[in-house]
Structure formats: structure tokens, C-alpha cells
């Protein structure tokens, strides 16, 4: 798994700004999904267990901020991607997640 940095553009203000895209193989998607696990939307870490699949806002271990989404979820908004080739695609460590409810 590896982090894509990308950049968004708000269509009403025209800002920019920096967004994480988990880039992992299918078998790493499937384990995040049936580990409860989620992604941080803020920083692209991967917080493992206590994430519902459709989770949103839930506090990210890593930089604090309340956008931990549900692996379903992240994917459903393209901030999840699968790659074609697991070769390709380096490991990385997630951390906890906190439920921001």
C-alpha cells in the first residue's frame, strides 16, 4: 500500500489543497474492509479496527483530525485505489482510529 498525493479544487472558491488516494492491491483492500479498517482523508494513514464501513469523521491516531472514513466509503469517493499490480505497490503501517462519535 502507498499513499498518491493529488490535487482537489473547490468548485465554489476555487482553493486548493493537497489530498491523500490509499493506492493498494485488491488482496490489501480486502483485508483493510474485513479489519474494520478506514483511511484518514487528512494525512492518508490507514487506521486499523473499531471503523465501520461507512464511517465518516472518525479521529485520525496519527494527525488528530476527524477524517477517518470506512474503507467502503473512502473507495465509494475515489480516495481509495486499487492497483493492478500488487507488485507495485510498497507496504505500509497503519495506526488505531478513534470513533468521533
Excluded at 4 to 17: S, Y
Aim: with cysteine.
Amino acid at each position: 500500500m502507498r499513499i498518491k498525493w493529488t490535487e482537489l479544487v473547490n468548485r465554489r472558491t476555487g482553493m486548493k489543497r493537497r489530498a491523500p488516494i490509499l493506492v493498494c492491491s485488491a488482496t490489501d483492500y480486502s483485508e483493510i474492509s474485513e479489519s474494520c479498517g478506514g483511511v484518514c482523508l487528512a494525512c492518508g494513514e490507514i487506521a486499523w479496527g473499531d471503523v465501520e464501513p461507512d464511517a465518516r469523521g472518525y479521529e485520525c491516531g496519527a494527525c488528530g483530525a476527524a477524517k477517518v472514513y470506512g474503507a467502503e466509503e473512502a473507495a465509494m469517493m475515489g480516495r481509495i485505489e486499487i492497483a493492478p499490480d500488487a507488485s507495485d505497490v510498497p507496504d505500509v503501517r497503519g495506526v488505531e482510529a478513534r470513533s468521533g462519535e
